[in-house]
């Protein structure tokens, strides 16, 4: 649905940095590589740009800059540009990309750079798996229960089992698939491919989460530019390339503590996210040809399949077992290899899924995983903690 | 006179990056107002299970808060729970925060009390393989001297 007054936002742009533990590289630098990409992408300099949001989780905990919107814009010449650093959990990036559209829509800005950027590798894995774990009720969920992030992940994953019947074969199906698709995506963290018995004899990490249920700590970034309709014809006129467009957008929360949610078998903030990206978009799940969800644990896909409408609940684990969501199913989903295998570097993901999306949509992906195109809908899913916050992004071709 | 031999502050990781460890540590210690709702942690000390409802709505809350936004009133009384719960769901972390690097695999569950909300707490005195979703819990207290420490955990329910 178009709203009056409001101008139409399309993407102009992409660019991706290769996910990974990358020591080589200092937030900024990490950032610079996605942005160049994408500027190179758009073929535009620096200061064609009129705002860049920073989407980063963890700046002055993870890693040493306080303030990355500033260091990140510094580097990138980028000055004096307005910045603006945002944070919503692990769906910061998607938070990121619609501050973005917002900016454009509401005319304030032509031409916005959003950049995800995490840097998770410069603290040890014990301190990471800690700040992670605090993003719940600090008082009383962590203070004296150090639940930590796989662990809540596995409260929801022994309640679907037991109410659904979902097995540990079933989980370990989706790492399996995203293992698949992260070995011929040039940009994943985890090139490999796993079995079915590697996941289930994998060490615990919080029962019944093994190691290969969960996605790397790692590092990487993300760009997107964005452009209104008018600056984005001529951008396109330049580029030759096809016009992307940010046609539905839906964002949703849940409690802090997981004790006070609806349940323990979705996510709700999912259901209404996704319930209002469809309904701006004016489509249903049956039209979109290619998403990306939030595998960061192999029973958050399940719940999204679920979650998002692509079968009743309590059926996800029949869509992996059927293999409806490889790339040539009903409704590929993360054929990028997914958080569990190209990585989940907190800021960067949400952007890395809308960057994969629209490369998809370009069809510009590896040969293997290019999924077809027919709608031409795709969608991003991006759930912040265990549900805390949900964003949903729905591109549509020209 | 002999070249003295600069010592640099850099290291070579295993992928071959040159790294420098920061000079400038930052270690972390929150002071948290526990104030508001201290009752909750008297109650433990003396052996019960508060928390708190509001006066006009009668929403029972869990974690306790003085506050009812629904009803925008900030007078909650406090109540007395059972401790009588169903077990939703649990986990057993294996891979610990730093700061809980000393305790043994801990098993976390959530309960749903008899009263309405949801608790999430330690399971003690049973063994993961034993629990089922949709058992019978008990919630208790629990003060813990030597590391002067008040908190709440499930146990089995008396058969």
């Given at each position: 649905m178009k709203r009056q007054g409001m101008s139409n936002v399309a993407i102009v742009g992409i660019g991706h940095a290769k996910f990974g533990v990358r020591t080589d590289v200092t937030v900024s630098e990490l950032a610079w590589e996605?942005?160049?990409?994408?500027?190179?992408?758009?073929?535009?300099?620096?200061?064609?740009?009129?705002?860049?949001?920073?989407?980063?989780?963890?700046?002055?905990?993870?890693?040493e800059e306080m303030l990355p919107a500033v260091a990140v814009t510094e580097y990138a010449n980028m000055v004096p540009t307005g910045h603006v650093r945002c944070e919503s959990a692990c769906a910061t990036g998607s938070a990121a990309v619609h501050i973005g559209y917002m900016r454009i829509a509401s005319g304030l800005s032509d031409t916005v750079l959003v950049v995800g950027v995490e840097k998770m590798?410069?603290?040890?894995?014990?301190?990471?798996?800690?700040?992670?774990?605090?993003?719940?009720?600090?008082?009383w969920e962590y203070e004296n229960f150090g639940l930590t992030f796989p662990g809540y992940y596995a409260l929801l994953a022994t309640h679907h089992m037991a109410k659904?019947?979902?097995?540990?074969?079933d989980l370990a199906r989706v790492a399996v698939k995203n293992h698949h698709y992260g070995r011929i995506n040039e940009n994943a963290y985890l090139r490999n491919e796993i079995t079915i018995e590697d996941v289930l004899a994998s060490r615990p990490i919080a029962w019944p989460n093994k190691f290969l249920d969960c996605c790397p700590i790692n590092d990487g970034s993300a760009a997107l530019i964005l452009a209104?309709?008018?600056?984005?014809?001529?951008?396109?006129?330049n580029t030759k390339k096809p016009l992307i467009?940010?046609?539905?957008?839906?964002?949703?929360?849940?409690?802090?503590?997981?004790?006070?949610?609806?349940?323990?078998?979705?996510?709700?903030?999912?259901?209404?996210?996704?319930?209002?990206?469809?309904?701006?978009?004016?489509?249903?799940?049956?039209?979109l040809d290619v998403v990306t969800v939030h595998d960061?644990?192999?029973?958050?896909?399940?719940?999204?399949?679920?979650?998002?409408?692509?079968?009743?609940?309590?059926?996800?684990?029949?869509?992996?077992?059927?293999?409806?969501?490889?790339?040539?199913g009903r409704i590929p989903t993360n054929v990028d290899g997914g958080l569990k295998a190209k990585g989940h570097p907190i800021g960067a993901t949400g952007c890395s899924m809308v960057y994969e999306i629209a490369k998809q949509l370009r069809q510009e992906v590896e040969k293997e995983r290019q999924v077809r195109i027919r709608k031409g809908w795709g969608m991003a899913h991006n759930v912040g903690g265990t549900g805390h916050s949900c964003y949903v992004t729905i591109l549509g071709r020209e | 006179m002999a070249?003295?031999?600069?010592?640099?502050?850099?290291?070579?990781?295993?992928?071959?990056?040159?790294?420098?460890?920061?000079?400038?540590?930052?270690?972390?210690?929150?002071?948290?107002?526990?104030?508001?709702?201290?009752?909750?942690?008297?109650?433990?000390?003396?052996?019960?299970?508060?928390?708190?409802?509001?006066?006009?709505?009668?929403?029972?809350?869990?974690?306790?808060?003085?506050?009812?936004?629904?009803?925008?009133?900030?007078?909650?009384?406090?109540?007395?729970?059972?401790?009588d719960a169903e077990l939703e769901s649990f986990t057993q972390v294996f891979v610990k925060p730093a700061s809980f690097g000393s305790y043994p695999d801990y098993?976390?569950?959530?309960?749903?009390?008899?009263?309405?909300?949801?608790?999430l707490a330690w399971v003690s005195g049973i063994a993961r393989e034993e629990l089922r979703v949709g058992m019978k819990l008990k919630l208790r207290p629990r003060v813990i001297p030597e590391e002067k420490r008040l908190t709440y955990e499930f146990v089995p329910a008396e058969r």
């Open positions: 996605a942005i160049r990409l994408a500027l190179e992408d758009a073929r535009l300099k620096p200061k064609e740009i009129d705002f860049c949001v920073v989407g980063s989780g963890f700046s002055s905990l993870s890693y590798t410069e603290v040890d894995t014990p301190t990471m798996v800690e700040l992670i774990a605090r993003a719940g009720s600090y008082l659904f019947g979902t097995t540990a074969e209104s309709e008018e600056r984005a014809k001529e951008i396109a006129r467009w940010i046609k539905g957008l839906g964002a949703a929360g849940d409690t802090a503590y997981i004790g006070a949610r609806r349940d323990l078998f979705s996510i709700r903030s999912t259901e209404i996210a996704s319930q209002k990206a469809y309904k701006m978009a004016g489509i249903s799940p049956g039209d960061c644990f192999t029973i958050g896909e399940i719940l999204a399949y679920e979650d998002l409408g692509f079968c009743r609940k309590g059926e996800g684990a029949r869509v992996i077992r059927e293999k409806q969501t490889y790339h040539d | 070249e003295e031999k600069t010592v640099l502050p850099f290291e070579v990781d295993k992928r071959g990056n040159v790294q420098l460890r920061s000079s400038r540590t930052l270690f972390i210690r929150f002071t948290i107002p526990v104030h508001r709702v201290m009752k909750f942690w008297e109650g433990i000390r003396e052996g019960k299970l508060l928390t708190t409802r509001c006066k006009k709505c009668h929403k029972i809350y869990f974690p306790p808060k003085v506050d009812c936004p629904d009803c925008m009133i900030s007078g909650m009384e406090w109540i007395e729970l059972s401790g098993i976390c569950a959530i309960g749903r009390l008899e009263e309405g909300p949801r608790v």
